[in-house]
């Protein structure tokens, strides 16, 4: 593994307001071939971190210094149903950024395209419509958008949530073998069972509460931080469950 | 049958609106899809009315009509924004607000007693009466138009299609989305003389509605929206031809009868999730 | 001062100023909820689609407000069908539907009236049409819509803030928004006599909006909207007298200077000194 991190970030704090940071006090190090959690309540600020890291909130202090390509990868709850494209339409959405205007999309890249499907195991559903994808599947094909961006470092938000535990499964089994290939991704969650599969956890309550590989860094003091008063741990410690207020 | 085919194109008028509608068809058909695609059915209904004041004066002064209804997108425009953004009533609002009062204003001007204009043939228009010159200038715009919807292809399918991500993937929405609306004026400015600017808003819909139904692929909906308008603008001539109705209100008409034979055909796309909405919900407008 | 009064001894003027006192209170329930609402779009196509109803009224020999009804009735029935069971989105639904009532009134009525002015009245208004029988017809609307605004002004305030929250609080959030659409049709094609088929808005809308600006709370949004509603009416009533130009261009005019004028005054009341900061 490389020496250098993929993603540094220090002393930064970001915000949608003059002098109101929706989160701060964030120093972290990304190594290539690293699966990160990004743990914290709703409106912990994850969300904020992902598009601080893209460069897309006006309120920025501190640096961030990426080696590479960043992609960004969206819920599958907010995309368009009722938009007339495939699969693999979606998956070229990824190679446009580099492509000048005045060229055609070619043969490079309909194939770095079908790769990227193919990567995530949806070779088969190329054709098939975007809107006519299960929930999990639609998942994996904006993941797989990703990877055409030819990004190493991929943030995704809350890509298990919305989906059942086996389309969960199966995106988790895509995202490690992203890691393999010697990627960073950063994957915000609010599942602690989950994060505790990752090689390394970020806990965010509005300031970065804590940064660390799962077990040493998922303590009771930690979770409490994390999520305040929605916490209820058991099992001494072992097992922690938050009470989600969902708002409607 | 050959002869009924040819018969309304033996003379130039017949000849010059046939060509007119083509081009207009083609600028009209594939930008519809997209103002569909962009949820912006409203603005390109209103957008044309707001046309009225400025078309009506040039025809006064004997100005270009084109360069009158250009003038009065601009006004309207900058009150909408100005209404929506800066008075902070909803976009519907705004919309209907200005619109309302352009219209009127229009209306005041051509009706008012003392002045002889042609108000019948602004709103309602007159594909037979363009000549040479406009059709010139319908064709320029046109390559105008089509020129940047290719250009801009790639960036208009990224925001519509997620415009959270697009940022990331190299297109701004925001930007996108004036580039839609200022290619809307230019298009309503192209229709506006064909259709009159009550019923502009057929052509640039109905096809891309129609089409979006049918086929399931942007190129695809694209395409058949262009075919569809050109076929709604030739064969709303051939209906005023031979019914002897208007000629921009049967294109109208013909549009729409395309737009209702795609109902039973599709859709393929849209499913439509979630909790159930009342009346309301699903007619109001949507920020 | 007495030219100004002077039209209102006609014995026409007395019948289009009685129809603006009855239209103001109707302006300010309604349109209240219109704007909150998002319902501008609704009430332009609902009022519009009222025109080939009115165009075959005369050769039918029907009375013109029972077919504006019907046209209007078909309009919202079809903007339902097509929003709810073919999925089209609801804007493109309303553009087709009212493009399309636009068209078949434009080739009925080059059918049925040779001359083009008729067409024009229709549109835009006018003030010699406002007979007893009009009177009639607004006076039942706004017994309509007091009933209706009685019945389930709550459940639209409810409702219009949050519908979930509507639905949970026990109110009867579908049936109270089925019965706001129905009203909003009534009272558009009640307006119409006054202010024509394109320039609905002018009466429902505009004054809303201009009240908006300045109101508080719904019920104050209410008060203010129907007394712009009823300065301007009467005042584009003298003026389109004055000027010979139909009624309903003329208050379409002054409400939207009106709107213009109150949208500056308040952006310049909100940039004084005590406002703060922009957050």
Redesign the interface.
């Known amino acids: 593994m490389s020496a250098a991190p993929l993603l540094e970030v220090e002393g930064v704090a970001a915000g949608y307001r003059p002098g109101v940071h929706a989160v701060e006090d964030l120093n972290f190090a990304v190594m290539p071939g690293r699966l990160v959690a990004v743990l914290g309540p709703n409106g912990g600020g994850k969300t904020s971190l992902l598009r601080a890291l893209?460069g897309?909130l006006p309120e920025r202090r501190g640096r961030i210094r990426a080696r590479g390509r960043?992609?960004?990868?969206?819920q599958t709850e907010?995309?368009?149903?009722?938009?007339?494209?495939?699969a693999l339409?979606?998956v070229l959405?990824?190679t446009?950024?580099e492509?000048p205007?005045?060229r055609r999309?070619g043969t490079a890249q309909r194939r770095i395209a079908a790769d990227a499907l193919g990567r995530v195991g949806l070779a088969d559903s190329a054709s098939t419509?975007f809107?006519?994808l299960s929930g999990g599947q639609r998942q994996r094909v904006l993941i797989a958008?990703a990877v055409a961006?030819q990004a190493e470092i991929l943030l995704l938000d809350e890509p298990l949530s919305g989906v059942d535990r086996a389309s969960a499964q199966r995106v988790m089994a895509v995202l490690r073998e992203l890691r393999d290939d010697g990627r960073a991704l950063l994957v915000a969650t609010h599942d602690i069972q989950q994060a505790r599969e990752f090689d390394a956890v970020l806990c965010l309550n509005r300031a970065q509460v804590a940064f660390g590989e799962p077990a040493p860094t998922l303590t009771a003091e930690v979770l409490e931080r994390t999520y305040g008063a929605e916490l209820i741990v058991l099992d001494g410690g072992r097992r922690a469950v938050v009470v989600q207020h969902h708002e409607h | 049958m050959l002869d009924a085919l040819i018969d309304p194109f033996r003379q130039g008028i017949g000849q010059r609106a046939l060509i007119e509608v083509i081009v207009l068809g083609l600028a009209c058909g594939p930008l519809g899809a997209w103002v569909?695609?962009y949820?912006?059915?409203?603005a390109?209904?209103s957008i044309a009315h707001a046309m009225l004041p400025g078309l009506v004066v040039a025809s006064l002064a004997g100005l270009p009509l084109t360069l009158g209804a250009g003038a009065g997108l601009v006004v309207a425009a900058v009150?909408i924004v100005?209404?929506s953004r800066?008075?902070r009533?909803?976009a519907?609002?705004?919309?209907?607000?200005?619109?309302?009062?352009?219209?009127?204003?229009g209306?005041?001007l051509a009706?008012?007693?003392d002045v002889p204009a042609r108000?019948?043939e602004l709103?309602?228009g007159d594909p037979l009466s363009v000549t040479s010159g406009e059709i010139l200038v319908s064709a320029l715009l046109t390559a105008g138009v089509l020129i940047a919807l290719g250009?801009?292809h790639?960036?208009l399918?990224?925001a519509?299609?997620?415009p959270?991500?697009a940022?990331?993937?190299?297109?701004a929405p925001g930007r996108v989305e004036l580039t839609l609306l200022v290619l809307l004026a230019v298009t309503t400015l192209i229709a506006v003389q064909a259709l009159g600017n009550?019923?502009v808003?057929?052509i640039v819909?109905?096809p891309g509605?129609a089409a979006?139904r049918v086929?399931?692929?942007?190129i695809?909906?694209l395409a058949l929206s262009a075919g569809l308008a050109v076929l709604a603008g030739v064969g709303g001539l051939y209906l005023s031809h031979y019914v002897n109705?208007?000629a921009?209100?049967?294109i109208?008409?013909v549009a729409?009868a395309l737009?209702a034979l795609s109902?039973p055909v599709?859709?393929?796309?849209?499913?439509?999730?979630g909790?159930r909405?009342?009346?309301?919900?699903?007619?109001?407008?949507?920020? | 001062m007495s030219t100004l009064l002077d039209p209102f001894q006609l014995p026409f003027m007395q019948r289009a100023a009685l129809e603006i006192v009855l239209l103001a209170p109707i302006a300010g329930v309604l349109g209240a909820q219109i704007?909150l609402?998002?319902?501008?779009?609704?009430?332009?196509g609902v009022g519009t689609a009222t025109f080939p109803g009115l165009v075959v009224a005369g050769p039918a020999g029907l009375p013109p407000t029972l077919a504006a009804l019907g046209a209007g009735f078909l309009f919202a029935a079809g903007?339902?069908r097509l929003?709810?069971l073919?999925?089209?989105?609801?804007?493109?639904a309303?553009?087709?539907l009212?493009?399309?009532a636009?068209?078949?009134g434009?080739?009925l009525a080059?059918?049925v009236f040779e001359s083009?002015s008729e067409?024009?009245q229709l549109?835009?208004g006018t003030l010699l049409a406002i007979g007893p029988d009009e009177l009639e017809l607004t006076g039942a609307a706004l017994a309509l819509v007091a009933a209706a605004a009685l019945a389930f002004r709550r459940s639209w305030v409810a409702?219009?803030f949050d519908?979930?929250g509507g639905r949970a609080l026990g109110l009867r959030?579908?049936l109270a928004?089925?019965a706001?659409?129905a009203v909003i049709g009534v009272a558009a094609v009640s307006a119409i006599d006054a202010v024509g088929a394109?320039?609905v808005?002018?009466v429902l809308?505009?004054p809303a909006?201009t009240a908006?600006?300045f109101a508080t709370s719904v019920r104050s949004l209410e008060l203010l909207a129907a007394a712009i509603a009823l300065v301007e009416g009467l005042v584009g009533l003298t003026v389109a007298y004055q000027?010979?130009?139909?009624p309903?261009?003329?208050?379409?005019?002054l409400?939207?200077?009106g709107?213009?004028l109150c949208?500056l005054l308040?952006?310049a009341l909100r940039a004084g000194p005590t406002y703060g900061d922009a957050s």
């Open positions: 893209l897309e960043i992609a960004y990868v969206p907010r995309s368009r149903l009722d938009y007339p494209v495939s339409d979606v959405m990824g446009y950024a492509l205007w005045y999309v419509g809107g006519a958008r961006q | 569909l695609l949820r912006q059915s409203y390109a209904e009150a100005f209404a800066v008075a009533v909803g519907d609002v705004a919309v209907a607000v200005v619109v309302t009062a352009m219209l009127a204003t209306a005041l009706l008012s007693p108000l019948g709103l309602f250009a801009r790639r960036d399918a990224l519509g299609f997620d959270a991500t940022p990331s993937l190299g297109a009550l019923l808003v057929a819909i109905a509605a979006l086929a399931s692929r942007l695809a909906v109705v208007a921009g209100a049967a109208a008409l729409i737009f109902l599709g859709p393929h796309l849209g499913i439509v999730r909790r909405r009342s009346p309301v919900e699903t007619i109001g407008a949507r920020a | 704007v609402r998002r319902l501008a779009f609704f009430t332009h903007l339902e929003s709810r073919a999925r089209i989105a609801y804007d493109a309303t553009a087709l009212l493009v399309a636009l068209a078949i434009i080739v080059s059918d083009g067409v024009d549109l835009f409702g219009g519908a979930e959030v579908a928004d089925a706001l659409l394109l320039l808005s002018a809308v505009i909006a908006r600006l000027l010979d130009v139909p309903g261009a003329a208050i379409a005019v409400g939207g200077a709107f213009a949208a308040q952006v």
